[in-house]
């Protein structure tokens, strides 16, 4: 896929993360927006681990990070975890959180269950 329609895809899908929607109608919403580009959840978190893809190149200046900072609050919310669309969406949200976090100086820590606890 055309690099232009797969950050056009993670635009339209973070927006649907980002929705006053409840999780079965974010999934409802951003299903068809998949299918309709021919990618696959493992396509669209594929694309989301390469720095140098727009998309996030984009999201990290919206939220005033570098791309490295953007990329560790992507590792932190479980990007290499994501198998399933809502895991997809869960995580498009949980970055934006943790890239303000990290930008504010926190550290993020797991714990032995892999709960991300952050200090500063």
């Not at 999934?27 to 720095?51: F, I």
């Not at 969406?89 to 032995?112: N, Q």
């Amino acid at each position: 896929m055309p690099v232009d329609a797969t950050n056009d895809v993670l635009l339209e899908l973070f927006s649907v993360a980002n929705a006053a929607m409840t999780r079965s109608e974010r999934v409802q919403r951003a299903a068809p927006v998949l299918a309709n580009a021919g990618m696959t959840v493992a396509d669209a978190v594929n694309a989301m681990s390469k720095p140098d893809l727009a998309w996030n190149g984009q999201r990290a200046r919206v939220l005033g990070v570098d791309t490295s900072v953007w990329m560790q609050a992507l590792d932190v919310a479980g990007l290499a975890a994501v198998v399933s669309l809502d895991g997809l969406l869960d995580v498009m949200h949980k970055a934006e959180a943790g890239a303000a976090m990290l930008r504010a100086g926190y550290k993020p820590e797991r714990d032995a269950s892999g709960k991300v606890n952050w200090t500063r």
